[in-house]
């Protein structure tokens, strides 16, 4: 079968297929004659196991043990248990801390926010973990960025290819090497100060502004 079959079949996406391909969790066979994956029966009941567990929450590492044979599918599951029964606690915590709120009258404004935080940092310190929005905020910030990076280095890319074929179009109206040598690079030291700069802002939004945001 070739994934679009696969995809149709188990209900599993071809981005998610070559995912869990890419992690090791699925090896379908190569087409001798083409080079394509030949997925069988027994890739698609794989990826059903995959399906099924991973709609049930259990990691990647773990079903990678179940598949090996060092866990089976009861030691996964009640190593998952732990895990789920300790979201469970974070969970209900949360919804009573929440419940609480609802009988708050004040306006936003007026919320003693500080006091609310102190609550929940001494439940934090005995066990309990909160949903952290944070981190999605700070992770958007990322897509600007690079998004003009990539633009910014393909366009310097082009336009130095462009110089350089300008030359080689004709040779003997063509300026002397040593400028066009100084005219391509331009652009791609252009380019390299943007990849840089990229690399730069990465770290300002993955260290300082995030640990910024965790004090608020």
């Known amino acids: 079968m070739k994934i679009n079959e696969v995809e149709a079949l188990v209900g599993i996406t071809k981005k998610n297929i070559r995912f869990y391909e890419a992690e090791g969790l699925l090896t379908p066979r190569r087409n001798s004659e083409n080079g394509y994956r030949d997925y069988g ?5 794989t990826l059903r196991q995959i399906k099924l567990l991973r709609k049930l929450g259990v990691p990647l590492e773990e079903i990678r043990r179940m598949q090996g044979g060092t866990h089976t599918v009861g030691d996964g599951m009640r190593r998952h248990l732990v895990t789920l029964e300790r979201e469970r606690e974070n969970l209900e915590q949360s ?20 006091a609310v935080l102190a609550e929940m ?48 179009l004709d040779p003997l109206d063509a300026p002397p090497l040593l400028l066009m040598l100084v005219l391509a ?32």
Do not use: H
């Open 41 to 45: 029966e027994t890739e698609v009941e």
């Open 95 to 114: 919804m009573r801390l929440c419940q609480r709120l609802t009988a708050c009258q004040e306006r936003l404004g007026e919320l003693d926010a500080g």
């Open 121 to 168: 940092e001494s439940l934090e310190q005995s066990g309990t973990t909160f949903q952290n929005k944070q981190r999605q905020d700070i992770r958007v910030r990322y897509v600007a960025p690079v998004v003009i990076t990539l633009l910014t280095v393909a366009l310097m890319a082009a336009l130095a290819a462009l110089i350089i074929w300008a030359s080689l």
């Open 185 to 216: 690079a331009i652009p791609l030291l252009v380019a390299g100060g943007t990849v840089l700069a990229l690399v730069q802002r990465i770290r300002e939004i993955g260290k300082g502004e995030e640990d910024d945001a965790k004090q608020f």
